[in-house]
């Protein structure tokens, strides 16, 4: 317990997932003056940072400017980054349970919700989630089909996710040539006949995700003219009570109007924001040629209510942003409904009880809400618990550091250290100089692999 723990045995944690939330889980760990630690930060893919490298948009730097600050948290002789290691195959739970004290869960959420309509499965139709992963080299998605020979676009939401993959579609190929975007992805957008992106929202402008400085950015666009209906702007009095105290709301539909009075000015293509509209079939003989939507009004609720009113977009790409959900991992309890893992402020709930050194943090839970700093305060939550729980843990029986390895490479798994990161972390770089760009991503494991000598 607790008096056992010292310099030579120090509490040993596993934490599975090395996005934000995961390193700074580490980091609060490793802060704390308590109790002396022994941090294993894993990840299936051999690279760290999580939605940081593959989720925020290749055009926003400066939000990847993070990575400095969590470079620092894996460079702490109390933290060990190990990439390339998949739980549940490479790992199991048993044998977190023999080498560990405890656990923290930080996997996010990987996947999307869909929304359950006839043609969503029709090629060309896919998740915003699945898109971005693709334009930012996520090794998965390195070969996904995107296809820009078509002049519509239909981007089903109204977040920042899809004010996102709206302003990359919009984008000029000379601008986008001087970010990180995969360079699989970036000929495919050179070569894009794309001219209409339509965003879409099934509710009004008050109730829109998006934040003002995202939204503001559409209105910049070089490349796209901004085309908002005036008539989808007016407010009823539930909608205009509601963001009655709400600068950031208020300022968003300010920023909307003055779009709305905005000329065209002839750019090569439009971005269209449509409010009081939801998807109800995508059409289409073998690939989707159209989208169908119904027009709403908001109920005393402020719910969406189809009007039975239609109308068509033609349109060869559907890309759904109606949020992500989390994915089950093995032998770890799983709330299907709500995606997480079900847990009270992060101690993790087996059949309601609270699992005796299970722990998570992030988007896996308490769902995919926030931004990327929203996790530090959760993780904190978290860890805050564990070591409140650390006296009565019991200790795990083979906590050597390196009877983790051993393990790991009996079976074959050509795991990542931090040491092999920071060298593909500056071949990457270089090769981006090379060519006037913040970075240029190898996109699959083996070339990863090959090029830190793994």
Known sequence: MADQLDANRPLRIAIIGAGPSGIYAAEALIKQTEIN???DVFDRLPTPYGLVRYGVAPDHQTIKSVTKVMQKVLQDPRV???GNVEFGRD???ADLRRHYDAVIYTVGASSDRHLGIPGEDLPGS??????????NGHPDYQNLDIRLNVQGVAVVGMGNVAVDVTRILAKSAEELRQTDIADHALPVLAQSQVSDIYMLGRRGPAQAKFTTKELRELGELHNADIVVRPE?????????ASIAGEPALLKNLEVLREFAARPLTGKPRRVHLRFFVSPVAILGEGRVHKIRLEKNRLDENLNAVGTGEFEELEVGLVLRSVGYKGVPLPEVPFDQRKGVIPNQSGRVLREGQVAVGEYTAGWIKRGPSGVIGTNK??????????LQDAPHLPLAPEPNPEAVTRLLQARGVRYVTLEHWLKLDALECALGQAQGRPRVKLTSVDKMLEAVGN
């Open 37 to 39: 630690v022994s941090v």
């Open 80 to 82: 060990r980054f190990l």
């Open 91 to 93: 790992l199991t739970f």
């Open 126 to 135: 896919l998740s915003a989630t699945e898109f971005v992963a693709w334009y």
């Open 232 to 240: 989808e702007l007016e407010l009823d009095e539930r909608s205009a």
């Open 377 to 386: 305060a959760d993780a904190t939550e978290t860890v805050k618990l564990l």
